[in-house]
């Protein structure tokens, strides 16, 4: 009997570590050679699959491979491209099959976050059905951390250790400008949903960094007098203010604060995003010269400051992935066990995906101090092990040096499929 | 005969390696006991000098000097303060000697950019004219890398490394993202007059990184059909395209292209940055999805990226300083000339403050490609080199650890002054 095929590919928003799962999973099914002949990645993700676009990662040297745990970015391309429900789009879920038949491909690795979680699912269930055989494996990511049935995300470990140093690292120089000039410093997050990165923020002040720092969580409508006034009393402690906001941040109204339209002086609405709209109502009622920064993919492509906890984890989920597969797992999610805080300690454990598609895991109540704009303790235990560790790149005239995969394609053995 | 005490500030915008400076003078100072006592630091620069806000650095220990190499923003305080012509404001250059001649300074180093040597070059002129003894040495800083008689200015390495380190690794990320999703990334930069933060950016592109980056330089007036046909074509080839902005990007008329006022589809005006200005033109007239960044403080406060060449210099430039002005050398700015790009090396030379004040350095026309949006291979090894190197720093439950001093006061002998 002919050794079967595996297929991989990247879902959704990549993160500065995913490649690093993909490492996990293509390194590991090279150790099981008499198990899984080759894997097939699929360029843009999911796309791959449905137009047969089929990637032959065995084309690419053990380097390349190791190399990939260096490199931000999703390496064979993902997409943003829902499958619709069987029941929608049976033929989509038919060409799946299809694309696997002709090339032989009996496992399915599959690395997102919610949606891929849940399509991952579908997929398992229709192999099933249709009498496929398909194990399914989904590899978790997401920077924003609101996958159920873990404890935390491949992805948010470094997106949390960027933005909270890069909040560290601003405040200490805002701080110096403050006497004359700037007194105000504005960074929005992403998360639009849950405020997970918005608490990682929050790491950047401890006992060492007595920083004047207010947050601005998607969980928390937003309440323009107490937060003025907090704003106020930071700078009369401190002499400066530091916020971090949520690019989701909502009203009272569930409005998102960065689509208010708010007025300027000449009655213009005020586009922008999040925090630029906190930081122009400062401006506007309490007299302070901001600044305001807006990492956006920056906090996520930022290997150079992955969290190896992070890097650690993402390339254990993708490791895991091919050896429940190849135990006979179908429709599960290697899932990140915490077993203590301090010292952290982890594990990883299958879950089965029915727990987890179309689950999203919110920040807990608790995790929010009293007056809405901190972290508790609670949320730094659970936050600051996930940072933890540093990743050094290898850096070439001065920067980082990042791998390139050939990404040679499979040749086709169907006809084109209209996506 | 009583040995005399110095003193040190830091003057306008902080960088990621000023700091690293303040060490280098105060270091070096402690190594010459027998000919200054005390270094004092102005408290929030100049300001501390006028209103007699003294910082005795000798209480910190050699742990915290050292560990200043490590922090970024300005320990003791910058401001944004330009003292008056001695002719407008003869009080102030009084009140300064008055404060010195009360605490014994005769050496003052003044850590700074264009502004601020200006100001220790009519310093160290009003006190000879007034018969105090004052040896005035200016510190050169500015990531503006603007100064002239200096190849380099030290903070500018750091944002270079920081902004093409950033810019290389989102590319990586849109990349992945193109098929589907977001086609374009624009990335504003600081640099207000001149294109040289611009021009690190281009050097996220290389041989090994085939990026389609174009720059828009403020040197260039920004004419749309151009650039969009430029836009358009690396979307034709690549699949995504990624815009490097100057903040201080101007149209034809010399209007900044943030305060255009350009219109929405209501009718509004668009205000907010040229980075976001240029990425809704994009999508407006080419109709793709743009993510946009704006690094702000984040760019030159982040030491964690810092230059290894930059830190070596900035420190360089603090004990020359010091060792200037031991040896007599009033009126003067240790500068950084380079004396070969392969390998790059370079050597500190006094060069007198009259050739340096009131003057700007502006990017050459030879580092900007025919087409205006990219950088030859002159920009390339002038640029290379000072980002080489890398200086890690210590991290502390997941975070970078930075120093904190005790900036104790010296005790005041005069009457207040209002500033």
Request: charged share 20%; aromatic share 8%.
């Amino acid at each position: 009997m002919a050794i079967p095929n595996a297929f991989y590919a990247q879902s959704g928003g990549v993160t500065a570590t995913i490649n690093a799962s993909a490492a996990g999973v293509l390194e590991t099914a090279r150790r099981h050679k008499d198990r899984i002949r080759r894997v097939y990645a699929g360029r843009n993700g999911i796309i791959g699959a449905l137009t047969e676009d089929l990637i032959d990662t065995s084309r690419e040297s053990a380097a390349a491979l190791a190399g990939l745990t260096r490199t931000p970015g999703g390496a064979f391309g993902s997409c943003r491209y829902k499958l619709k429900t069987p029941e929608q789009n049976p033929l989509q879920y038919a060409r799946l099959i299809d694309v696997f038949r002709a090339h032989d491909i009996q496992y399915f690795f599959y690395n997102g976050g919610n949606d891929s979680a849940d399509t991952c699912l579908k997929v398992s269930q229709l192999s099933a059905k249709m009498g496929y055989p398909l194990t399914c494996v989904h590899v978790p990511k997401t920077v924003d951390n609101d996958l159920v049935g873990t404890d935390n995300c491949p992805g948010f470990g470094s997106v949390a250790k960027y933005v909270a140093t890069s909040m560290r690292e601003a405040a200490y120089d805002v701080e110096s400008m403050a006497k004359t000039s700037t007194k105000v410093f504005v960074m929005e997050v992403m998360g639009r949903h849950a405020g997970w990165i918005t608490a990682a923020v929050g790491l950047a002040a401890d006992e060492a960094n007595d920083l004047p720092l207010l947050l601005l969580f998607p969980e928390r409508p937003f309440d323009e007098a107490p937060f003025l006034a907090a704003v106020a009393g930071k700078i009369a402690s401190h002499g400066y203010c530091c916020v971090g906001v949520s690019e989701g941040l909502l009203n009272a109204e569930g409005k998102f604060i960065s689509e208010l339209g708010l007025r300027d002086a000449f009655g213009h609405a005020q586009l922008g995003g999040a925090g630029e709209t906190i930081a122009k109502l400062i401006r506007e009622k309490l007299g302070h010269k901001y600044h305001q920064a807006l990492p956006d993919y920056l906090q996520r492509a930022a290997r150079h400051l992955a969290s190896n906890t992070d890097l650690m984890q993402s390339y254990a989920v993708g490791k895991a992935a091919v050896e429940y597969a190849l135990k006979g797992l179908n429709g599960v999610m290697p899932a990140i066990i915490r077993t203590a805080d301090r010292p952290y300690r982890w594990k990883i454990e299958p879950v089965p995906l029915e727990r987890i598609a179309n689950h999203e895991k919110m920040l807990p109540k608790n995790f929010i101090t009293a007056d809405g704009f901190g972290i508790t303790a609670r949320a730094r235990a659970y936050l600051q092990p996930l940072t933890m560790g540093e990743a050094p790149l290898r850096f070439r005239n001065g920067l980082p040096e990042f791998v390139r995969l050939k990404n040679r394609a499979v040749p086709k053995k169907l006809q084109p499929f209209t996506i």
